[in-house]
């Protein structure tokens, strides 16, 4: 397997990181975060329309809250987390 991360500011040379991230994230942390701003994108899609009719779902705004913290670089401060996870 094989990672192409251009998520970290700090990528070498301008590039994307393709073996270990210039943050320390491997490829397995890599493709679990892809996976999860995939099926984010897919949750927004459907929170977006269900609010054009009206509708609103506290724990699917909190869930996409969440997920997006745990996408975030992880050479990033966890001073700022919420629910008291890192």
């Known amino acids: 397997m094989t990672m192409f991360c251009n998520q970290c500011e ?3 040379k301008g590039g994307a990181c393709t073996t ?4 320390g994230k491997n490829e397995d942390i890599h493709s ?11 949750i927004a899609a ?10 609103r779902d506290e724990d ?15 050479w990033t401060s ?4 919420t629910s008291g996870w890192p």
């Open 10 to 12: 700090q990528v070498a």
């Open 20 to 23: 270990i991230g210039t943050c």
């Open 32 to 42: 679990l975060q892809w996976i999860l701003t995939y099926g984010l994108k897919g």
């Open 46 to 55: 459907y929170a977006y329309h269900a609010r054009i009719l009206g509708r």
């Open 60 to 74: 699917v705004d909190a869930f996409m809250h969440e997920g997006l913290f745990k996408t975030r670089p992880t």
């Open 78 to 81: 966890t001073s700022t987390t």
